[in-house]
């Protein structure tokens, strides 16, 4: 079984949706949550950090930690053309440098 | 936007040879790591460094090495290049937070990759 579950899409969207995105892990002990926007040919933008549960907002995008279901998702509000890329969570464990572990990533598209 | 730097972006090379990929960043973090980067699936860590003069390896096997001479570069070199070694290879650093525990709990800031074709 793997640590992170990501549906890998991909999710076509018309322009101004909502657009929620995935992702359940098995370890009950990832306390901090990523999500990153990768456009093509690019490198991994980080775009959230948010430890343990509950709500982070910024702009457009919310994110939301629901430990007790092992479940984050991202949210993106009025989704634009410039959204479309792929998304990938990632979690960490505490206090260790290098247990990071991700997600397979979703291809998101929006529509004009 | 983090400033991570990865050089060559694309680069196609033969069987056989010896490839250095290169990775500096200028914001003076001490952690740096390689990821191995395929589609579908999840990303890879091949090699990671806390700091000068320290590195592990990964959870992927590997027949890279990389080394930590200062604070700011990572190069990963590939001794004899193969066909399997075609994939994406990124790079990224990690903050020292606030204290020392805390410095364990920041998180990754990537470079843009170099796109590694071995025919």
């Known amino acids: 079984q793997k640590e992170v579950e990501q549906d890998p899409g991909p999710l076509s969207v018309p322009e101004g949706a909502i657009v929620s995105l995935n992702c359940t892990y098995s370890?009950?002990?990832?306390?901090?949550f990523m999500w990153y926007r990768q456009y093509s040919r690019k490198g991994p933008e980080l775009l959230m950090y948010?430890?343990?549960?509950g709500n982070k907002e910024d702009g457009r995008f919310t994110a939301q930690v629901d430990k007790s279901s092992k479940y984050i998702s991202l949210f993106i509000r009025d989704s634009q053309p410039s959204d479309s890329a792929t998304y990938l969570c990632?979690?960490?464990?505490?206090?260790?440098?290098?247990?990071?572990?991700f997600g397979t990533g979703t291809s998101l598209t929006v529509i004009p | 936007e983090a400033d991570i730097y990865q050089t060559p972006r694309y680069l196609v090379i033969g069987t056989g040879k010896k490839i250095t990929l290169e990775c500096s960043q200028t914001?003076?973090?001490?952690?740096m790591y390689w990821y191995q980067q395929d589609p579908g699936m999840e990303l890879h860590l091949i090699h990671y460094?806390?700091?000068?003069?320290?590195?592990e390896k990964g959870d992927l096997s590997s027949e890279s090495t990389v080394s930590r001479i200062r604070t700011e570069h990572f190069p990963l070199t590939l001794e004899s290049a193969r066909p399997s070694h075609t994939s994406q290879y990124l790079c990224?650093?990690?903050?020292?937070?606030?204290?020392?525990?805390?410095?364990?709990?920041?998180?990754?800031?990537f470079g843009n990759g170099t796109r590694l074709t071995v025919t």
């Open positions: 990224a650093s990690s903050p020292q937070g606030e204290g020392r525990r805390s410095s364990y709990n920041s998180p990754l800031h």
């Open positions: 370890n009950s002990a990832f306390q901090y």
């Open positions: 948010t430890y343990s549960s």
């Open positions: 990632a979690m960490r464990l505490p206090n260790t440098g290098n247990q990071f572990y």
């Open positions: 914001m003076g973090h001490d952690k």
């Open positions: 460094s806390y700091g000068v003069n320290s590195t």
